[in-house]
């Protein structure tokens, strides 16, 4: 075998170990695709058939020294720190606190 067989050889066997690689990738892709794609729609499946009642606040917020939007904005900062929905949470009040620690009465 002379140089440039081996060459040519090792050109080739690079050139399908690169191909199928890239072949490899696709499939992981389209895969991952699709499963993000049933994901959403047994999501949305599952969003469809809950009851209006999960989605409900119950009791009562007391708010003190904050406006709704500023007690809303709490309450979702709050639910995506602690990684839970927002229905399973139960808030009993909300104060607005100063700098030096004393709560701002209304």
Do not use: W, Y
């Not at 695709?33 to 209006?52: D, K, V």
């Not at 009562?60 to 709704?68: I, P």
């Amino acid at each position: 075998m002379t140089l440039t067989d081996s060459l040519l050889l090792s050109l080739v066997g690079i050139t399908v170990v690169f191909f199928v690689l890239v072949l490899l990738m696709l499939i992981i892709r389209l895969i991952a695709l699709f499963g993000r794609s049933e994901q959403r729609e047994t999501a949305t499946a599952n969003l469809a058939a809950a009851p209006a009642a999960d989605f409900c606040s119950h009791g009562e917020l007391m708010l003190s020294g904050v406006d709704d939007k500023t007690a809303a904005m709490v309450m979702a900062i709050v639910a995506d720190r602690l990684q839970a929905p927002l229905n399973e949470l139960r808030f009993i009040s909300i104060k607005e606190v100063t700098e030096q620690g004393n709560e701002n009465e209304v």
